[in-house]
């Protein structure tokens, strides 16, 4: 988060005193000034495209007959409560509470036969988010950078003034924040900004974008003339250019805070009304309409939180109530991005930690004797639905299949590492580049899979 402060305060429980700065937190057992971040960004030499990212998160895993994998030939228990529906490409069929995707479905693809075969929350989200194993919910602890870091970390945001990774409202994986989407050993530097509050608020606001009391524009555009009057003699004596190149940087650190780019950005209210509707009129919509004005301001990775997927019991109650602000959220974005010519500029994700269990539980999450309610579904890491889109990805496709039951992959299996692979390949990130962990060894970026070569 950055942060500005003006004016003698009290002292942080680290012993730092609060001054007049414009700076990140801490990352290893050094700091890291936002500057110094920016050249690093500008070093790595990747950032000749211009595609962003916009993950939609089911936090808590979504069921993949229930969404873009329905089994109408299954027996009951397994086919579930809903029929499928025809989309507009022959062949392809979602399930009936997806009519608006439906209409679209040439536009985007579904990966059907992802899989990591755990069952844990806490490994499952590991696993989509990093690429990686090696926690559970006896150590939650995540143990590996978020993919989106690593993107972020090597290609900056797209535009001046605009933080390169923003989670909507927050960045959270089951429940712990920022979970598996912050940067771990990278640094937390590299966690998403997170706006926080709810966009589709009346009075939304990001408040981290917000000047302290008494610390206006004017004040901080003086404290800079300021500062740049005292470096002129070092500018001045400076024949290597390495000064000039370092007031770039600054710039571009002050204008994520003062400029008006994000400001502009973060402002939904700006909005016009039919298109608010069209994404619906919840915190989800309005939530993926402010992830649209963040990727068009030039923001690379922008995640968007939809929770409660874990339906073990009562699943049909909260599918109609989930199931149809996706449906909306997803259409208004794909057909949002069409409008605005942007869709091969941004590739769009819906996925969660693992999907469902093929067959229906009796409600008591599980099996008798506790009953909890209605029927439900469990956790199942062996097969998952995964939805790409934009960013150049080839629409109109399924990749991969399940058996009949929908238990696990029955053609073109795939892991993360293929979905991530693919993902740095829209972005134009070097999957193998590699970064020290704590304890200085080199952890390539992705360590298995390769990219979906049908979706490129």
Not at 286 to 315: I, K, M, P, Y
Request: glycine residues 12%; hydrophobic residues 35%.
């Amino acid at each position: 988060m950055i942060r500005i402060e003006a004016g003698p305060t009290s002292r942080y429980c680290d012993g730092q005193s609060r001054r007049s700065f414009l700076q990140t937190g801490m990352a290893g057992m050094g700091t890291l000034s936002l500057p110094s971040l920016l050249r690093a960004r500008d070093a790595s030499g990747n950032a000749k495209k211009n595609t962003s990212v916009i993950l939609i998160w089911l936090d808590g895993g979504p069921s993949q007959h229930d969404t873009y994998d329905p089994k109408p030939d299954a027996p009951t228990e397994y086919a579930g409560i809903w029929r499928p529906t025809s989309t507009n490409v022959p062949g392809i069929d979602f399930c009936e509470m997806f009519p608006l995707q439906a209409q679209i479905a040439d536009k985007f693809s579904v990966v059907r036969s992802v899989h990591h075969n755990t069952g844990d929350h806490f490994t499952g989200g590991h696993w989509m988010l990093t690429g990686r194993g090696g926690v559970s919910g006896a150590m939650k602890d995540g143990k590996y950078p978020f993919f989106g870091a690593v993107a972020t970390r090597m290609t900056g945001a797209r535009q001046a003034g605009m933080p390169p990774s923003v989670a909507i409202p927050y960045a959270m994986s089951i429940g712990i924040r920022p979970g598996y989407f912050g940067g771990n050993y990278l640094g937390i530097e590299h966690d998403p900004f997170q706006t926080q509050g709810d966009p589709n608020a009346a009075k939304f606001k990001v408040q981290n974008l917000n000047l302290p009391t008494k610390l206006t524009i004017d004040r901080l555009e003086d404290r800079r003339a300021l500062q740049g009057h005292f470096d002129q003699l070092r500018r001045d004596a400076d024949k290597s250019g390495m000064i000039d190149a370092m007031d770039r940087f600054d710039a571009q650190a002050f204008d994520m805070v003062a400029g008006s780019n994000a400001r502009a950005a973060f402002d939904i209210s700006t909005e016009d009304d039919a298109l608010r509707d069209r994404y619906g009129r919840n915190s989800w919509g309005q939530s993926t309409l402010l992830a649209r004005r963040l990727v068009e301001a030039g923001t690379t990775f922008v995640s968007c939180h939809f929770g409660g997927w874990d339906s073990h019991w009562n699943h049909q109650a909260t599918m109609e109530r989930h199931l149809p602000k996706v449906d909306m959220a997803v259409h208004g974005l794909f057909t949002d991005l069409e409008d605005r010519g942007l869709l091969d500029q941004v590739l769009v994700m819906v996925m969660g930690e693992f999907g469902r269990t093929p067959k229906m539980n009796n409600g008591g999450n599980g099996g008798p004797p506790l009953s909890k309610g209605t029927p439900g579904r469990d956790h199942w890491g062996n097969a998952m639905s995964v939805l790409m889109g934009g960013g150049g990805i080839r629409g109109g496709q399924v990749v991969g299949s399940t058996n009949r039951l929908g238990e696990v992959p029955q053609d073109r299996p795939l892991r993360p590492g293929d979905i991530h692979h693919t993902i740095f390949k829209v972005l134009g990130v070097d999957p193998d580049v590699s970064f020290e962990n704590h304890a200085g060894r080199p952890i390539p970026a992705i360590d298995h899979g390769s990219v979906i070569s049908e979706l490129i």
